[in-house]
Each structure stands twice: as C-alpha cells, then as structure tokens.
C-alpha cells in the first residue's frame, strides 16, 4: 500500500499524459479519418488513390512498428531532431503516427456511415441546387454522423488502449512513469495492477457512454 | 422551356435512351407513360443533370444542360423534382425541409424562407405540420411537402417521376389535386406517371416510352382512343 500512496502522484502524472494524448489522437484521428474518407469518395482519381494507399498503409502494418520507424527511424535520415527540437519530435512524431493510425479506422468508419445513407437523399439535395459539399455537409453528414457514433466511440477506447504503445518509443505516459516506478521500487505487481487498473476505469467509462448513446440513438431514431 | 434533341443515354454498353427529340412550351403539362425499364426515369433525370447524357443536347429553363459550362447547381434551381419515393431529408422538420434549399442555395433569410414555406404547406393542404419529422406524416402527406419543397426554389419547370406510384391507393387523389392545381396556375410540368386518369385530365400532351424510344406521341384524348402504333395499342389495352 504504501509503494502506491508514495508513487501516486508520479502514476497519476503519466495518467494525466495518457488522457491528453488520448484526447489529441482521438481529435486528430476524427478530423484525419472525415478528410480522407472524403477523398475516398472523391470524384478525382488521384485523390481516392492517396487515401486508400494511407489507410492501407496503416491497416497493415503494427502501429509498434509504425512508431519506431517515425519516431527513430527517420532521425537517422532527415535532421527532424533540428527542426523540430531534440525533446519536440518524438512527442509529435509519436502523436501524430498515433492518429494517423487510428485515423486508418475511422476513415472505413466514416466512408461506410456516408455510403450507408440512402442515395435517394443525396439527389433530393442536388435536386434543389446544392452543390456536392453542401449535399455533404447539410444532408449526408448529420444523417451519417448517427450511425457512425457507435463505432467511433469504439475506435476512442481503441485509441487510449493504444496510447501505451507510446512508452517503448520513449515518449512519457502512464506505462512509461509505471516502469519508472518500479525500477526504484521493484513492485511490479502491485504498480502493474495499479496502472492496469486505471486504463480499465477510463476506458470502461468510455464503453458505457457508447452503449449509452446507442440506446439513446435508437430511441430517437431520427 | 425544354428542348430535347436526339438525346442518347448508355450505362456501360447498354443503351437506354436511343435519340429522344421533344420540346415543352412553356406552361404546358407533357405526361411520359410507358412500360417499366423504357427509359422514362433516365429521361426525366437527364433533364435535371442527375444522370449525365451521353450525346445530344437539353435545353431547359433557358440554360444549355449540355454545355460544360453550365453551372449545373444554377440550373437545378431553376428545375424542381419529386421523387417516386419521396427523399425527404429525414434528420430535418418539414420546416427545415422546405427551407434549406432557399436558405443555402439561394441565401434566403431564414424568416423568408420561413414564411414562404408556411404559405406553401397551407398551399398543399398541410398547415401546421411545420414542426413535424417526415416520418410522423403519411405517404401522400410527404409528397405533398416534396411538392413544396421543390417549388420553394420557385422552379421554372417542375419533373415528377411516378410521384404517385409509392402511395397506397387512398392517398394518390390528394397528390394529383396538388399537382392538377399546379398545373392550373400554369406550371411547366413533365410527368411520368401510371395514372391514366391524370393524364387525359391534365395533360396536355402524352408521350408514348418504349425500350428507350419515344414510340408515340399527342393529345391525351387522340392517343388514348386512337394509338396508331400497334407497341402504344398493346400497352394501352393492357392500362386501360
Ligand atoms: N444507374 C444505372 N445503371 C445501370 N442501368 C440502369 C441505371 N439506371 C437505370 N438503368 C437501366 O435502365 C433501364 C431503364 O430504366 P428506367 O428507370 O429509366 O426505366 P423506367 O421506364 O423508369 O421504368 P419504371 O417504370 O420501372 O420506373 C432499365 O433497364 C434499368 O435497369
Ligand atoms: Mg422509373
């Protein structure tokens, strides 16, 4: 007991890092997945193929792997350490190869929310002059957005999951302040128990809000 | 108001539209009739650009369809549509339905367009209903707003395909009042539609579709009690 009061609030301080780059992944993943599903719908060639190459890309290939590869292995190459900072680059790099692997999921989430809705309702909305963004915007989009929410909520509790990929590339979250920890202290099991048991009240919080909005959503079904 | 000129139309290899050529004068009600899969949907939708064309050429509302330089967007402001299935926004109040056109397309302000819309339901038959959801109303209850929905953008021309053909039998009337009383106060209006009634009514002229030709055409009562072709006879006796 007391390994833990003497090292909450070094866990506590991982804790509080994990939330926040959860909270920056989950952002960018939302706004990545809506940009690139939408160029995977796009009219313009070109543009599907750069998407569906990203989503690949990323779909089939371990996030791990993605990590050390941007986060150490382009430093070998490029002098990102320079233009970013030598203490910037692996919380960005590491943030951003996080949402961009998440946003991989939510690009297949978003495309299959648009496609799941009626085509009878895009050509309403051409039919009295919207443009195709604004058939998008004002008609597609708040219709998809209701099916999309279960699924997307799901892909955020994928997201804080995956933020502990963030220690082995050295970026300091709440399984790298455990590991900390028990380099000092040696309670492995209690500090792994502690750090297991945090992930499982915020995530399992998150799961309940998703079946929350479902029930909610199906109730009003509009 | 519409010219057609030797309108081709293919999906892949399959040719739909074999050379349509047809003018609408201005105010005049034309209904297009003719046996499923003859190309009448894919006529109607050429003529708002929800189908591109193959070769040929449209001009309606004063605007060359054809043309790349067209602003397709303008042009469909200027030529409403009502579906066989009606397509109203389904996340959005029959207020917000009639509105959002106006208000996004034409940046009417929301009280205008507000006002316009309640006049138009009155118009319809369905005062009142301003804040309902489209699936709290029936069948004929949602075309009717598809209706006004169309004609907030105060169309030129208004197509209709099978706007009837979705309603269960007790509905159809209130709909084809709604259009006949259009068609009194002078609507451009093309028609395609199984309601033979309607159409020796209120049309003024009927074509005659068949595998992607118009087969035959003319006045509603010459055609009716007097096809030439033998293909108009066959459907006709098979209607009537
Ligand atoms: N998007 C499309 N792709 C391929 N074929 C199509 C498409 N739309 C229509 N067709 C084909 O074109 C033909 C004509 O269809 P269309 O819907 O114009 O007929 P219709 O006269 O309106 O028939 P109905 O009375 O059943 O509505 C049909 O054989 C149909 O299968
Ligand atoms: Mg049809």
Redesign the pocket.
Known sequence: MNVIWGNLPVILGGLALTIQYSIVAIILMVVIGLIAALMRLSKLAPLRWVASTYVEMFRSTPLLVQLFFIVLGLPAILPVNQWFGQLMYPILAAALTLSLNEGAYVTEIIRAGILGVDRGQKEAALSVGMTDLQTMRYIVLPQAFKRMIPPLVNQAAQTIKDTSLLAPVGVAELVYKGEIVIAATFASFTIWALVAALYFIIIFSVSKCSAYLERRLQVDKR | MISVKNLHKS?GH?E?LKGISNHVEEQEVVVVI?P???????FLRCLNGLESVTSGEIEIAGMNLTDPKTDIHKLRQHVGMVFQQFNLFKHLTILENITIGPRKVKKQSTAEANEIARELLAKVGLPGKEQRYPDELSGGQQQRVAIARALAMKPDVMLFD?PTSALDPEMVGEVLQVMKNLAIEGMTMVV?THEMGFAREVGHRVLFMDEGYIVEEGKPSDLFSNPQMERTKNFLAKVL
């Open positions: 999906f399959h739909i003719g499923s899969g003859s190309g009448k949907s894919t099978e395609v």
